[in-house]
């Protein structure tokens, strides 16, 4: 098994696995513990098929899938084509049967904006028959119903939130108000390990976990920053060691004006994103306000203007007298991302895998 660990091409791995049974069920842990067939389609149903087979599908350990809702044109437009998007919903409930050993999933069903999606479907359905105890991260973003108050009611009941630590989950009916009232859902409240939580949009469930589990590690996107921070608790937010908001000007404002007493125990604080006008001046008022954080490591930040005031040796070494402790700087450039890590008298820059807002929160950066 450790010379396989060694084998990086997966044609090689799968041809291994036609010498022996013993090969095979070697060969085949190493290629299949990450799934991720993107946002093609026809890939997408590929991989699905292929994974009816429980003896690959236990071999997975991070699976990533969207039901993209162009799918359905995989038929075409005739007349006598039909959508295949419930059916490409239900193909993946076989292959999540046989994921025992699943320790990260995400689901994304844009599958609202299929025109031809027939609506009186219930899509999701796996979610509740899942066997897999090892789960701990889970990200489910859907707009593919309405989402009243018993779809609501049976996600919350889901068994495989039990164990899970990182979660972030978005439905369609987040914006409009729920009859479940809050002592239901106090009471139903699963996620009792939850410490990591990218918060998608204002609705009573995420207030309640908010108020009701130990965050760590905090997300937020930029519908309305500054209400979310002022609707989580003072313990919460005096436990926070990360916060990260979504990359667009708001979030620049957002983080001048956070009353950074409230949160002592940052240790990474972002998105910042690089005004066009002076950004190192910018950056370096950004920084001095950030002073009462001593615990500060890291800071995420995207650059998308022509300036990348972050290849400035002067800027890093007045950042640097500023916060004695940061280490990390991670950098997004559209599709291309970049750590800079301080050495003893330097900094590095080295490039690295596409990472999300989401692989923060969760912890997939803490790594790198």
Same mark, same amino acid.
């Given at each position: 098994?450790?010379?396989?660990?060694?084998?990086?091409?997966?044609?090689?791995?799968?041809?291994?696995?036609?010498?022996?049974?013993?090969?095979?069920?070697?060969?085949?842990?190493?290629?299949?513990?990450?799934? /991720?067939?993107?946002? /093609?389609? %026809?890939?997408?149903?590929?991989?699905?098929?292929?994974?009816?087979?429980?003896?690959?599908?236990?071999?997975?350990?991070?699976? $990533?899938?969207?039901?993209? !809702?162009?799918?359905?044109?995989? &038929?075409?437009?005739?007349?006598?084509?039909?959508?295949?998007?419930?059916?490409?919903?239900?193909?993946?409930?076989?292959?999540?049967?046989?994921?025992? *050993?699943?320790? *990260?999933?995400?689901?994304?069903?844009?599958?609202? $904006?299929? #025109?031809? +999606?027939?609506?009186?479907?219930? &899509?999701?359905? $796996?979610?509740?028959?899942?066997?897999?105890?090892?789960?701990?991260?889970? %990200?489910?973003?859907?707009?593919?119903?309405?989402?009243?108050?018993?779809?609501?009611?049976?996600?919350?009941? +889901?068994?495989?939130? #039990?164990?899970?630590?990182?979660?972030?989950?978005?439905?369609?009916?987040?914006?409009?108000?729920?009859?479940?009232?809050?002592?239901?859902?106090?009471? /139903?409240?699963?996620?009792?390990?939850?410490?990591?939580?990218?918060?998608?949009?204002?609705?009573?469930? /995420?207030?309640?976990?908010?108020?009701?589990?130990?965050?760590?590690?905090?997300?937020?996107?930029?519908?309305?920053? #500054?209400? +979310?921070?002022?609707?989580?608790?003072?313990?919460?937010?005096?436990?926070?060691?990360?916060?990260?908001? @979504?990359?667009?000007? &708001?979030?620049?404002?957002?983080?001048?004006?956070?009353?950074?007493?409230?949160?002592?125990?940052?240790?990474?604080?972002? @998105?910042?994103?690089?005004? !066009?006008?002076?950004?190192?001046?910018?950056?370096?008022?950004?920084?001095?306000?950030?002073?009462?954080?001593?615990?500060?490591?890291?800071?995420?930040?995207?650059?998308?203007?022509?300036?990348?005031?972050?290849?400035?040796?002067?800027?890093?070494?007045?950042?640097?007298?500023?916060? !004695?402790?940061? &280490?990390?700087?991670?950098?997004? $450039? *559209?599709?291309?991302?970049?750590?800079?890590?301080?050495? +003893?008298?330097?900094?590095?820059?080295?490039?690295?895998?596409?990472?999300?807002?989401?692989?923060?929160?969760?912890?997939?950066?803490?790594?790198?």
């Amino acid at each position: 098994m450790h010379i396989l660990d060694h084998i990086e091409d997966k044609k090689t791995l799968m041809a291994l696995c036609h010498t022996s049974r013993m090969l095979r069920a070697l060969a085949l842990r190493v290629p299949f513990q990450v799934i /991720n067939p993107g946002y /093609n389609p %026809s890939r997408t149903l590929r991989v699905l098929n292929s994974l009816r087979h429980h003896e690959l599908a236990a071999n997975i350990s991070e699976f $990533y899938v969207s039901l993209a !809702p162009d799918t359905c044109w995989l &038929r075409g437009i005739g007349p006598n084509q039909t959508c295949c998007c419930n059916e490409l919903d239900h193909m993946l409930g076989e292959p999540l049967k046989g994921m025992v *050993n699943l320790i *990260n999933l995400s689901i994304q069903c844009p599958a609202r $904006y299929c #025109a031809r +999606v027939d609506k009186n479907v219930e &899509r999701h359905l $796996y979610l509740t028959k899942l066997e897999t105890h090892k789960l701990r991260s889970f %990200s489910f973003l859907c707009s593919c119903s309405e989402w009243e108050d018993h779809h609501l009611e049976r996600l919350i009941s +889901v068994p495989i939130l #039990a164990k899970v630590e990182a979660l972030q989950w978005s439905v369609l009916s987040g914006q409009h108000s729920t009859s479940l009232t809050k002592d239901y859902m106090i009471q /139903n409240l699963p996620l009792p390990l939850l410490t990591a939580f990218l918060h998608h949009q204002r609705m009573p469930i /995420n207030d309640i976990i908010l108020a009701n589990r130990p965050i760590r590690r905090l997300g937020i996107t930029p519908y309305d920053m #500054a209400s +979310v921070i002022r609707a989580i608790p003072s313990s919460t937010l005096n436990m926070l060691t990360h916060l990260v908001t @979504t990359s667009d000007s &708001r979030a620049y404002h957002f983080l001048q004006a956070l009353p950074l007493r409230l949160v002592p125990h940052l240790q990474h604080i972002g @998105t910042i994103c690089i005004s !066009p006008h002076n950004p190192t001046v910018n950056l370096i008022k950004l920084f001095t306000s950030f002073n009462f954080l001593s615990h500060l490591e890291s800071v995420n930040s995207v650059v998308s203007g022509e300036e990348d005031p972050w290849r400035s040796p002067e800027l890093l070494s007045q950042i640097a007298s500023l916060h !004695p402790n940061l &280490r990390r700087i991670l950098l997004k $450039y *559209n599709s291309r991302c970049f750590v800079l890590s301080r050495g +003893v008298e330097t900094w590095t820059r080295r490039e690295v895998a596409e990472f999300t807002l989401w692989d923060i929160v969760r912890g997939a950066c803490d790594h790198l």
